[in-house]
């Protein structure tokens, strides 16, 4: 791979000397695991006069067990109010719903909805479809007590990063192919989308060569389908969205991703095949990024702009 540093944005470079890649494989895993909870736990505050934190409890569909949910509410503003479906990242083996505190109170208050960040099964404990399943029950249960929820049925959008974005994809198409709920507006941010990436299709020249990389890609795809990824046949568009031939009928879409991360590629092909497919679709390439960076330097120029790029749309998407 071609070293890429020289075109890393300035403001993010600095990161790139405290910040390895993940380096994510079945040793590292637990504790991984264990340092994103106690890195999340100062960062989670009680309801405040802002915004009230909740704990809705959703059903799972057929099985054992609850889907736990963490949702953020603006208090200032009258129901029914549209709502956020938020899917976290972490290869699909590691994250929380609660390790996004801070951001979701911002994008409740600034984009006035509710924020529902959804606390799926992991792998590779829990392989697909369970991860999908706990979103879908969170979506459809969502719906049906939108009334009592305070949420507008009309206005309910979906967001996902990273491996969040590849789930918040599939449960578009599952929700089209179901016959349900609607979804007003799809927002992928670097959504992983494609297992071929790393396996059998090559990425970039210059992409993924920080935070997460072709090894941490091809671990984590394979915990979740439970086989080598890259197979000819037997991958679930539901799995790896990008597999999906059809994509006619999905919400309108905002891909917001990074000129240096591994999912490069197969965003802008996506991107391109749901143009072709008559969705309404809205590409962000933030220059000289690599994956995560607006998280974890949210005060760069690059990372406000995107940011602020993705809130717009959203509020858009809201009316």
Not at 136 to 146: C, D, G, M, Q
């Amino acid at each position: 791979m071609p070293n890429s540093r020289h075109l890393v944005d300035p403001e993010l470079v600095p990161l790139l000397d405290v910040m390895p890649p993940i380096g994510v494989n079945g040793e590292t895993l637990p504790a991984i695991r264990q340092n994103i909870i106690e890195m999340s736990e100062p960062m989670i505050a009680p309801s405040d006069e802002h915004i009230e934190r909740l704990i809705w409890t959703v059903p799972r569909a057929g099985e054992e067990g609850d889907v736990r949910v963490v949702v953020y509410k603006p208090r200032r503003l009258t129901a029914p109010l549209p709502l956020l479906l938020h899917l976290h990242g972490g290869g699909f083996v590691f994250g929380t719903a609660d390790m996004s505190d801070p951001s979701h109170r911002a994008w409740a208050e600034a984009t006035s909805c509710i924020v529902a960040s959804v606390d799926y099964r992991l792998a590779p404990e829990t392989r697909f479809p369970g991860a999908l399943d706990d979103c879908f029950a969170a979506l459809k249960w969502i719906y049906a007590h939108a009334a009592k929820l305070g949420v507008d049925p009309a206005r309910i959008a979906i967001r996902g990063d990273s491996s969040g974005g590849g789930l918040a994809a599939a449960l578009a198409l599952r929700a089209r192919d179901e016959g349900g709920p609607p979804i007003a507006f799809q927002l992928l941010i670097y959504p992983m989308l494609d297992d071929r990436t790393g396996a059998t299709r090559a990425a970039a020249p210059f992409a993924g060569e920080f935070i997460w990389t072709t090894a941490d890609n091809r671990f984590a795809w394979e915990a979740v389908l439970g086989m080598p990824p890259g197979a000819a046949t037997g991958v679930s568009p539901y799995a790896a969205p990008a597999r999906a031939t059809d994509l006619s009928g999905l919400p309108p879409t905002l891909i917001a991703t990074a000129a240096l991360d591994i999912f490069i590629d197969e965003n802008l092909d996506y991107a391109s095949r749901l143009i072709t497919a008559g969705v309404p679709t809205e590409l962000i390439v933030a220059p000289g990024a690599y994956h995560g960076f607006e998280t974890l330097n949210p005060g760069a120029v690059v990372s406000r702009t995107f940011t602020g790029r993705c809130m717009e749309a959203l509020r858009r998407a809201f009316g």
